[in-house]
């Protein structure tokens, strides 16, 4: 099973910001024609009913809506910073824990090579003991 992760070198990025750019001031200009026409046009309703669109209402708007939009993008810019510093710290904890098993599986692994030679030496030692029985034994004979 193979991941594919993509890597965009830090000039990629640049001309993805400078594209994204492009397309935001594509829509300004679209707008402010928009609202240009809008306002440019006659209308039937009386002028107290409908006030025309000033270039400076426009623009308080759409400064209003970028900050509005500057702001959705702090709160996640900061939502993916604390997500990331989470991811890092479950990284370190986790390591932490896959070194403390690899340690005690080492210290298992001595444990039972200790226990094996221990035993090997009761067996030698077992096997001389009855040897030396039976040696007592035939001579006792």
């Not at 809008?38 to 708007?61: D, Y």
């Not at 070194?99 to 080492?106: D, H, L, P």
């Not at 200790?114 to 090997?120: A, K, V, W």
């Not at 096997?127 to 034994?137: A, P, V």
Request: aromatic residues 8%.
């Amino acid at each position: 099973k193979f991941t594919y992760i993509v890597h965009f070198p830090s000039i990629f990025r640049h001309q993805l910001q400078q594209i994204e750019m492009a397309r935001v001031w594509f829509a300004l200009v679209a707008f402010f024609c928009l609202t240009a026409r809008v306002g440019a046009m006659k209308t039937h309703m009386s002028s107290r009913a409908m006030a025309p669109a000033t270039p400076l209402k426009v623009m308080q708007a759409l400064l209003s809506e970028l900050q509005t939009q500057a702001v959705a993008g702090v709160n996640y810019s900061r939502q993916i910073a604390n997500w990331c510093r989470d991811a890092k710290a479950n990284k370190v904890a986790y390591s932490l824990v896959l070194q403390r098993q690899a340690e005690a599986a080492v210290s298992a692994a001595k444990q039972d090579s200790l226990e094996e030679q221990r035993l090997n030496n009761e067996q030698r030692l077992l096997q001389f003991t009855i040897s030396q029985k039976q040696q007592q034994l035939s001579d006792a004979k």
